[in-house]
């Protein structure tokens, strides 16, 4: 699947990366059929907050004695978007990108952080300082980074 941000002008639609679509087109054999879903964009969270959230990731699995991907799993099950998965019960997955995880002898389906909104990305951002600062661990150097470039 590619998102590719695109301008509307009158009738026709103008991507706004030519060079995403080629690869997309250039990877597929004539005459393939694709799947086209048109909705408003709606900016997602930016590079930085991105680079922002796991530099704080990283910082709260260290001092935890967690691995990164353990602790990236629990920050976004305690402050993310996911959903609950149950066998007992019909489970559509939802649009978004995201995996299946444990998490505390639950089956999660937890959301890319690459597909979270700039909403959700500060939420998951807050709440990850909160588990630092309730778990004591030292994150001044990067709540001062916040503040320098937010």
Do not use: Q
């Not at 690869?23 to 709606?42: P, R």
């Not at 998490?103 to 588990?131: C, D, H, P, Q, R």
């Amino acid at each position: 699947m590619e998102i590719i941000k695109c301008i509307v002008k009158g009738t026709a639609i103008h991507p706004e990366d030519v060079a995403k679509l080629w690869d997309f087109c250039t990877a597929l054999e004539d005459g393939t059929a694709v799947e086209m879903k048109l909705s408003v964009w709606e900016s997602g969270r930016s590079e930085n907050a991105s680079r922002y959230f796991h530099k704080l990731r990283d910082r709260y699995a260290g001092a935890m004695g967690y691995t990164r991907e353990y602790g990236k799993a629990e920050l976004k099950y305690k402050w993310g978007e996911w959903l609950y998965f149950s066998k007992d019960e019909v489970f559509e997955v939802p649009k978004w990108a995201g995996e299946f995880v444990e998490m505390y002898g639950a089956i999660v389906f937890m959301k890319s952080t690459a597909a979270y909104t700039t909403k959700e990305m500060n939420l998951l951002i807050e709440g990850t300082i909160s588990s630092c600062i309730e778990n004591s661990i030292d994150i001044e150097d990067l709540l001062k980074e916040r503040g320098e470039n937010g």
